[in-house]
């Protein structure tokens, strides 16, 4: 599909949308120079606004007058949504929305307009179905406390252990198997907490306030109890986390043993997960997870025998090979667990991934049952007690639907809000970590990007440390800025 710009700047928004309809298809944004190649959809902005689409036998202009004061953008958009919506038949649940985080732009348009008038913005502007509107209003309410809680001096802590026991075949992230990997390991170890250390000298520095921990990956349970420790040690050591949510992801349950548990409840951890993704051993096997559902119970059991008090589970509706009734079977049996919060995942299939099956992205009969999916899930989890309080979008998820995190009152993770909202600075220790630095005075961010894999990061750690410089950069701007006013 050839996507044409003429006289406008709204490329990006435009592609976006356009993935969400037909994400399996091969786009190429052109700038307009008088000719078009079938299929194709051309978006011009000159005397008014205008979109069509010709493809397949479906063919259909729609235009829209330039008015002073509107946003032409979103107008753009909604006459694309609309051609787009009729050449496929559907309607997609999260309408115009294509970014990553529908939650904070909820939470601006409460600020701005009041519950209301958040809720009117999203059904009739955005055309954001109500089913997905009222989901977003209740995560928005949850995270109002959890949002208080920042100031502009606070920051959280995310460290990266890019090592997995194997490579699932949905997973995007640069994890590696630790069986490819492990020569890499010892050394990785020792710089990230070197890295550790240097962080926690610029935090202290700068005078910041961290608010929360979290460590993941990959599968930092990975590493065996005595590498667990030399991490854990360092990060007490160097930061004050006595007062923080303290996050491992122990996700894979065949990496969990008592020693790497005790290891982590000496060491302050208040909060860990484990992750079985399907409580369908079949469907482990299909997406290369070397792990049984009897080994998922057991590390929950024996988590909870440990004293762990604060579990996450993880869920990914649409998995290969999984069906809707073995689907409603594992959200029956995670919920009878009991694990203080539930992450519903669903299933995005990314170009790095091992999988690439574009029948799950595009066939509207798995869209129709991982939707199905979601609905039990959510009605499960209210009925259960659970609050959804955080969510996020990716592209390419089937169905266009939506990741969510429940959890039970009082157990909502400040860190999840955190990132998702972009509230506060984010800095980044390991391979792949991204140190997300906010101005706590405007919707500023900037972004220093660490070495993407285990191998860079141990042979280019000297230039990771020069650009750490770039916080104390960073702060100073603020502080000069500030003054200046």
């Known amino acids: 599909m050839n996507i044409y710009i003429d006289n406008h700047k709204f490329h990006y928004e435009i592609e976006n949308l356009t993935k969400a309809f037909l994400p399996n298809e091969k786009l190429s944004v052109i700038p307009f120079e008088g000719v078009l190649l079938q299929p194709y959809i051309f978006t011009s902005y000159r005397d008014e606004i205008k979109v069509s689409v010709n493809a397949n036998g479906f063919e259909?202009?729609?235009?829209?007058e330039i008015v002073k004061g509107q946003d032409d953008e979103l107008e753009m958009a909604t006459l694309l949504y609309d051609i787009l919506s009729e050449m496929?038949?559907?309607?997609?649940?999260?309408?115009?929305?294509?970014?990553?985080?529908?939650?904070?732009l909820f939470h601006k348009l409460v600020s701005q307009y009041g519950e209301e008038g958040a809720i009117s913005y999203f059904e009739n502007e955005l055309k954001v179905s109500k089913e997905k509107t009222a989901l977003a209003l209740s995560c928005e309410k949850a995270?109002?406390?959890?949002?208080?809680?920042s100031k502009p001096n606070s920051f959280s802590l995310y460290i990266s252990i890019p090592f997995c026991p194997t490579r699932c075949n949905y997973c995007s992230f640069v994890s590696q198997s630790v069986e490819k990997a492990k020569h890499l390991v010892?050394?990785?170890?020792?710089?990230?907490?070197?890295?550790?250390?240097e962080t926690a000298k610029i935090a202290k520095e700068l005078s910041l306030d961290l608010q929360s921990v979290y460590i993941g990956g990959g599968t930092p349970t990975t590493l065996s109890a005595e590498q667990l420790k030399i991490l854990l040690d360092t990060v007490n050591e160097n930061f004050d986390v006595s007062d923080c949510e303290f996050t491992v992801e122990a996700g894979r349950p065949d990496t969990v043993t008592k020693e790497k548990?005790?290891?982590?409840?000496?060491?302050?951890?208040?909060?860990?997960?484990?992750?079985?993704?399907?409580?369908n051993d079949s469907v482990l096997e299909a997406i290369g997870r070397r792990h049984t559902t009897k080994q998922t119970l057991k590390a929950y059991s024996l988590a909870k025998e440990m004293g762990f008090e604060n579990i996450n589970m993880d869920l990914i509706a649409g998995l290969t090979t999984d069906t809707l009734e073995s689907f409603k079977d594992t959200v029956d049996k995670v919920i009878k667990l009991?694990?203080?919060?539930?992450?519903?995942?669903?299933?995005?299939?990314?170009?790095?991934?091992?999988?690439?099956?574009?029948?799950?992205?595009?066939?509207?009969?798995?869209?129709?049952?991982?939707k199905t999916m979601l609905d039990y899930a959510q009605k499960a989890l209210y009925d259960n007690g659970y609050v959804p309080y955080y969510l996020y979008r990716q592209s390419k998820m089937v169905g266009n639907l939506e990741n969510v995190g429940w959890a039970r009152e009082g157990f909502f993770s400040p860190y999840n809000v955190f990132i998702m909202d972009e509230v506060h600075t984010i800095l980044g220790c390991g391979a792949g970590a991204v140190t997300k630095l906010k101005n706590p005075y405007s919707n500023h961010i900037e972004r220093i990007f660490n070495f993407k894999y285990p191998y860079e990061y141990n042979d280019r750690y000297n230039e990771l440390l020069t650009r750490k410089e770039k916080i104390k950069e960073f702060y100073s701007n603020i502080l000069i800025t500030n003054k200046g006013e």
């Open 186 to 197: 010892k050394d990785y170890l020792r710089l990230l907490c070197e890295e550790i250390k």
């Open 60 to 64: 259909k202009t729609l235009t829209k």
């Open 338 to 370: 009991s694990p203080q919060s539930i992450t519903v995942h669903t299933l995005a299939i990314k170009r790095s991934a091992n999988i690439n099956d574009e029948s799950l992205c595009i066939d509207k009969s798995s869209a129709n049952v991982t």
């Open 261 to 279: 548990l005790a290891c982590l409840k000496d060491c302050g951890v208040t909060r860990i997960s484990i992750n079985p993704q399907t409580l």
């Open 88 to 104: 496929q038949s559907v309607n997609l649940p999260w309408g115009l929305l294509t970014g990553v985080r529908p939650i904070k």
């Open 143 to 149: 995270q109002r406390d959890i949002l208080s809680l």
